[in-house]
Structure formats: C-alpha cells, structure tokens
Nanobody, 118 residues
Framework: QVQLVESGGGLVQPGGSLRLSCVVS????????MGWYRQAPGKQRELVAN???????TYADSVKGRFAISRDNAKNTVYLQMNSLKPDDTAVYYC????????????WGQGTQVTVSS
C-alpha cells in the first residue's frame, strides 16, 4: 500500500521561501506522476506542479518562475521549493501520486498548511 507523508509547511512572510517534502512509502518507481496540489479556504483544489517519472514538469501559471518541483528516487521523496511567496499562496498543500493502469490509481497525503502573512 502506497502512503504519502508531507512535511515542511508553516508560516512565512511575503517574499519568503519554504520547501515542502513528500515521502512515499514503498517504491516511488511504480508511480508515474507525482504532484503537488493546494486548496485554499472556499476554493477548489488545484494543481500546483507535477513531475513524471521521466522528469518532465508542469506548473500552474500562478507559480511559474517561483516554484520548482523535483524528485529524488533514491529517497522516495518529492520536493516543492517555493520562493517569492505571496499571500495568495496560502493554502493546504497536498502531495499526490498517480499510477497508470486499469483502473488508474491516485494517492494523497494528509496535507500540510502553508500560510503567507506578515
């Protein structure tokens, strides 16, 4: 059974940085796409960034140039480096794993709170 555990959230001032980590129990090689989503109060969950097993990345327009996703297969860990944070980045951030197949499987972490405020 695959489990995802996030860490690294917290309170940061505007313009600051945080790095989120997501540790995958079991082998991450079986998961085709790893990603980070976020959900702010009263809003739908949205994709922030994802990375394929081949290293291809996708970013939401709102975070391009500020956030960077990476994966360390040896450590079964995915990271989200967040720079130049804005109050609008405040949300619960969730780690996600997608495994191709029939049926396609999705895995979610419990979420970590990121608050950007002065």
């Amino acid at each position: 059974q695959v489990q995802l555990v996030e860490s690294g959230g917290g309170l940061v001032q505007p313009g600051g940085s945080l790095r989120l980590s997501c540790v995958v129990s079991g082998s991450m090689f079986s998961i085709n796409v790893m990603g980070w989503y976020r959900q702010a109060p009263g809003k739908q969950r949205e994709l922030v960034a994802n990375i394929t097993s081949g290293g291809s990345t996708t970013y939401a327009d709102s975070v391009k140039g500020r956030f960077a996703i990476s994966r360390d297969n040896a450590k079964n860990t995915v990271y989200l480096q967040m720079n130049s944070l804005k109050p609008d980045d405040t949300a619960v951030y969730y780690c996600n794993g997608e495994k191709y197949g029939w049926p396609r499987k999705y895995y979610w972490g419990q979420g970590t709170q990121v608050t950007v405020s002065s």
